[in-house]
C-alpha cells in the first residue's frame, strides 16, 4: 500500500518551501557586503551552527510538547522573518543577529520536520517515506539556489531575499492543509 494523499501533501509542501532556500552561500555574500570582514565569516558561520545546536534541543522540546506542525511553522516564519530581514541588512551587526536567529529557524525544523514524517507514515514504510521527504528536498534545492541567483543577479539581492521569504509563507499556508495526527496502521 501506498502513502495518503496527506503525505503526498507535505511533499509537495515541502519541496516548495525547499525553493525559497536558497544555499547559504548567499547569505555570507550578504554578511560581507554590510560590512562583515572575510576574517570573520567563519566566525559567522560558528556562530549560526551553535544557534542551531542549542536551538535544536528546544525545537526538539517543544514539538513533543505542542506538536510538529506548530513547531515548523514557527520555524517557516522565523525563516521568513530572517530572509525578509536579509533583504534589508545593511550593517554588521545586523548581520550577526539574523545569523543567530537563522540557526533557530534550523532548530525549530530540521529535526521535527523528519519526526513529522515518521508520525505521518506507519512504521514499516518509515524508510521509503524519509528517501522521499529527501527526494522532495534534494531535487529543489539546487533551482532554488539558481533562481535566487537569477533573481539576485537581475533584480538585486532584496528582491532575491524577499522574494524567497514570500515563498515561505505560501509554503506555510499550504503546510496548514496537512494533518498532523493521522493514524497510522503498523505491521
Same mark, same amino acid.
Request: charged residues 15%; neutral net charge; hydrophobic residues 55%.
Given at each position: 500500500?501506498?502513502?495518503?494523499?496527506?503525505?503526498?501533501?507535505?511533499?509537495?509542501?515541502?519541496?516548495?518551501?525547499?525553493?525559497?532556500?536558497?544555499?547559504?552561500?548567499?547569505?555570507?555574500?550578504?554578511?560581507?557586503?554590510?560590512?562583515i570582514s572575510p576574517v570573520?565569516?567563519?566566525?559567522?558561520?560558528?556562530?549560526?551552527? #551553535?544557534?542551531?545546536?542549542?536551538?535544536? #534541543?528546544?525545537?526538539?522540546?517543544?514539538?513533543?510538547?505542542?506538536?510538529?506542525?506548530?513547531?515548523?511553522?514557527?520555524?517557516?516564519?522565523?525563516?521568513?522573518?530572517?530572509?525578509?530581514?536579509?533583504?534589508?541588512?545593511?550593517?554588521?551587526?545586523?548581520?550577526?543577529?539574523?545569523?543567530?536567529?537563522?540557526?533557530?529557524?534550523?532548530?525549530?525544523?530540521?529535526?521535527?520536520?523528519?519526526?513529522?514524517?515518521?508520525?505521518?507514515?506507519?512504521?514499516?514504510?518509515?524508510?521509503?517515506?524519509?528517501? #522521499?521527504?529527501?527526494?522532495?528536498?534534494?531535487?529543489?534545492?539546487?533551482?532554488?539556489?539558481?533562481?535566487?541567483?537569477?533573481?539576485?543577479?537581475?533584480?538585486?539581492?532584496?528582491?532575491?531575499?524577499?522574494?524567497?521569504?514570500?515563498?515561505?509563507? #505560501?509554503?506555510?499556508?499550504?503546510?496548514?492543509?496537512?494533518?498532523?495526527?493521522?493514524?497510522?496502521?503498523?505491521?
Open positions: 500500500k501506498g502513502f495518503d494523499g496527506n503525505f503526498k501533501r507535505f511533499l509537495w509542501v515541502i519541496a516548495l518551501f525547499t525553493l525559497s532556500n536558497s544555499t547559504d552561500a548567499f547569505l555570507l555574500l550578504r554578511a560581507a557586503d554590510a560590512g570573520m565569516l567563519p566566525l559567522l558561520w560558528m556562530t549560526l551552527h #551553535l544557534s542551531k545546536v542549542a536551538s535544536s #534541543l528546544i525545537g526538539g522540546d517543544l514539538s513533543d510538547g505542542l506538536g510538529r506542525k506548530q513547531v515548523i511553522i514557527a520555524g517557516w516564519l522565523v525563516y521568513g522573518f530572517v530572509y525578509a530581514g536579509f533583504a534589508f541588512v545593511d550593517s554588521a551587526w545586523q548581520a550577526w543577529a539574523l545569523f543567530i536567529i537563522y540557526g533557530v529557524y534550523f532548530g525549530l525544523t530540521e529535526g521535527v520536520e523528519k519526526a513529522f514524517v515518521a508520525d505521518m507514515v506507519p512504521e514499516n514504510k518509515r524508510g521509503t517515506a524519509y528517501g #522521499l521527504y529527501n527526494l522532495a528536498y534534494g531535487i529543489t534545492v539546487f533551482p532554488a539556489s539558481l533562481l535566487f541567483g537569477l533573481v539576485w543577479d537581475r533584480f538585486g539581492a532584496s528582491t532575491a531575499f524577499l522574494a524567497s521569504a514570500c515563498v515561505s509563507i #505560501l509554503a506555510i499556508l499550504l503546510l496548514t492543509t496537512v494533518k498532523p495526527d493521522q493514524e497510522i496502521q503498523t505491521g
